[in-house]
């Protein structure tokens, strides 16, 4: 199976050497489209609790949960997972000046804070991708964006906030994220990086407007899904590299394209594209370091490559589709038939 394969290392060369840009132009116009981001920089407000001297912590811990409410008490029972039933205690308060003053978190989150106290450049690449989806979808809610620390990357809250954990995109030379236990794997670390904080939020975005619903399913339906997002993301980010929409490196990139009509020989020969073992199929739509039953080169994930191929030939082969009317197509397998996809 392997001698198949192209070699990373030639491809990677093939590559470096030409201006090669197979990225279609997703440019709409959206001057015209307002959006007001409304701001908070929970991160700030909540590590200056750790500066106050040996102030009583007590009300100003009172002041923040007035002020976030549903998120506070999210934050502090779901990330932080400290007791907390509905009123600011004292013991709380307590608990949560510990963990601030830690020198271990402490230092990780003073850093941050101090690399990102000025958002202002990501704040405006996150309003222009929030006019593309208006654009696309007229109806879109725009969250309220909050800034805040220790925890995912990004996630939404309900459909009026998106949160960003800004300690999660530091840089791949980061020291925390290399002394972390359990160690974090350098795939994952790879992408740690300011340039993925749209991204991935715009993703969150995605993935929170139109739902996988995975009761019952095949991996050919969360296959196509997972497509639908990456094709709905270069429309949202027209300008963002596909390395950075999708999260596979550029050379990752280029291995999938030159092996594509291997890739796809492989998921029919091992009949993959119909199985409903989640067990099976959720290693070939997942992050990993590479995919198994493929050469060590190969990237993880590659089924959501797969579908995102297969939803660009759908797209073309089928033009009275638009992309509001895609996201709405829950037919995985009307996707594959009508999109003739056979590279």
Known sequence: MYKNFISLFVIAIFFS?????SKKNYEVNVSNIKVDLKIERFDKEIISLAHQADSDPYEPIVSLHKKYGDFFNFYMQEILAMDFEGDTSRALADSLLVFLKNPYYQSVFDTTVLVYNNVDDINSKLADGFKHYLFYFPQTHIPTIIYYLNGPRAFTYGDSLLAIGLDNYMGSDFWYYHAVQPP?????????????????AMEVMATNLFPFADYGKKLIDELIYKGKINYLLQHILPQTPDSLVSGFSQVELNWLDENETEIWKFYLKNNLLYETDPMVFKKYISDAPNTSGMPPESPGNTGSWLGWKIVQKFMQENPTYTLKSLMQETDAQKILTLSKYKP
């Open 184 to 200: 974090i794997p350098q795939f994952l670390i790879r992408r740690l990086r300011k340039e993925y904080i749209v991204p991935n």
């Open 17 to 21: 050497a030409c201006s090669c840009n």
